[in-house]
């Protein structure tokens, strides 16, 4: 599971307040802006979360990022 604190703490700057959870549907783990945030559809705070996690994800994003990749 990605850490998505440390996202949520560097989307700060840009979007005051937002929150980002992660969930689990079907199945599929996954991470995104909280539906009752400000910024749920907001497209820019969207491209910005999904670059954030692609770098981190890639290794190109400097952080402390928590990875567990093991199956339930």
């Known amino acids: 599971m990605l850490n ?3 996202i949520q703490d ?3 700057e840009d979007f005051p307040g ?3 959870e992660c969930f689990q549907d079907e199945g599929l ?3 995104g802006i909280r539906q ?3 910024y749920a559809n907001d497209n820019k705070a ?3 979360l999904s ?3 692609t770098k981190a994800l890639l290794g190109s994003k400097a952080g402390m990022w928590k990875f567990d990749l093991t199956a339930d």
């Open 36 to 38: 009752d945030s400000a």
């Open 10 to 12: 560097a989307m700060q």
């Open 4 to 6: 998505i604190n440390n």
């Open 46 to 48: 969207l491209a910005e």
């Open 18 to 20: 937002v929150e980002l």
């Open 29 to 31: 783990l996954g991470y």
């Open 51 to 53: 670059d954030y996690a």
